[in-house]
């Protein structure tokens, strides 16, 4: 298994080609490469010419830090046609980029509109039957997380969908901060999902269906809105004894295709302490359950 970094707390305040020595300096071997303006943007083209990918992949070298995964977001799987055919088009640059920098994990998010699921679950199978024989012929091994306000967003389905893909080269990520959205039943989908569970988001958030609904309160009443929060481990209602150890029951720390993701994005203000602190206790908690 991998631990790594993502960076996006530090978008603000370092530059593109600073990200390698910074997350070297923090003591992660590897980050995950999120949307950037400069590199591969949310929703649009990657901005990222062959001589900037060239130029990071150089970066991480000299930094002695490997790049874990390459995280884009796509609209891959938008009701609106003209939209989803844009998105195949920036996925197959995403590929080449990926492919460039000598990366072979993409993990990404399933998009598409809940209130429109099965016009979203009908495009995204469209846009698999373009990439997915691009994805096989790379050998690149795509993860894909439900999130919240994505067309499926119930873990078990989910994995259900990435299993009528019908290909290894596809599986499915594990974000700790969206498991109240995904069912709240973390250990049944670790077991189901088994080894097509292949990466996870290390972050806490609060569980927006506690105290009768009324954790967090929207005016007016209703709005079809998804809460939650990146936080650093202990900060919110995350079973986080559950969830390190379900990883270890399914095996998923003696894989060398795992990814384990630092993703705290609330604190900004003190990134770099979190960051330690995520690594220490992420660090820690796998130390306990692999005795």
């Known amino acids: 298994m991998k631990i790594a970094l993502d960076p996006t707390p530090f978008h603000h305040d370092y530059e593109l080609l600073e990200f390698p020595r910074l997350v070297a300096d923090l003591g992660y071997e590897y980050l995950q490469l999120t949307p950037h303006r400069d590199f591969i943007p949310f929703f649009n083209h990657p901005r990222a010419d062959d001589d900037l990918v060239a130029k990071f992949r150089k970066a991480c070298g000299d930094a002695g830090v490997g790049i874990a995964s390459v995280l884009p977001v796509l609209r891959w799987s938008a009701p609106d046609e003209d939209a989803r055919e844009a998105a195949v088009r920036n996925w197959k640059r995403v590929i080449q980029i990926t492919v460039d920098l000598g990366v072979n994990v993409i993990n990404t998010e399933f998009a598409g509109r809940p209130e429109k699921a099965e016009e979203s ?62 069912g709240g039943n973390m250990i049944d989908i670790m077991r189901a999902a088994g080894n097509k569970l292949r990466l996870v988001h290390v972050a806490d958030t609060m569980d927006h269906h506690r105290s009768h609904g009324l954790r967090y309160i929207t005016n007016p009443p209703g709005n079809p809105v998804r809460v939650h929060q990146h936080l650093k ?24 295709d795992t990814v384990m993701v630092s993703s705290v994005f609330a604190e900004d203000e003190n990134a770099q302490e979190v960051s330690r602190y995520q690594l220490s206790t992420m660090t820690d908690y796998v130390k306990k359950y692999t005795k």
Do not use: K, Q, T
């Open 233 to 256: 481990i202990g900060d919110g209602d995350v079973n986080w004894d559950e969830f390190f150890s379900g990883l270890a029951e399914i095996g998923f720390y003696d894989r060398p």
């Open 121 to 182: 679950e009908r495009s995204f199978f469209r846009s698999m039957e373009e990439l997915l024989p691009i994805i096989e012929r790379e050998g690149l091994d795509v993860r894909i997380d439900p999130h919240p306000d994505d067309f499926v967003e119930d873990g078990m389905e989910a994995l259900r969908i990435i299993r009528g893909v019908n290909s290894p080269n596809i599986g499915m990520v594990f974000v700790a901060c969206h498991s109240f959205h995904m």
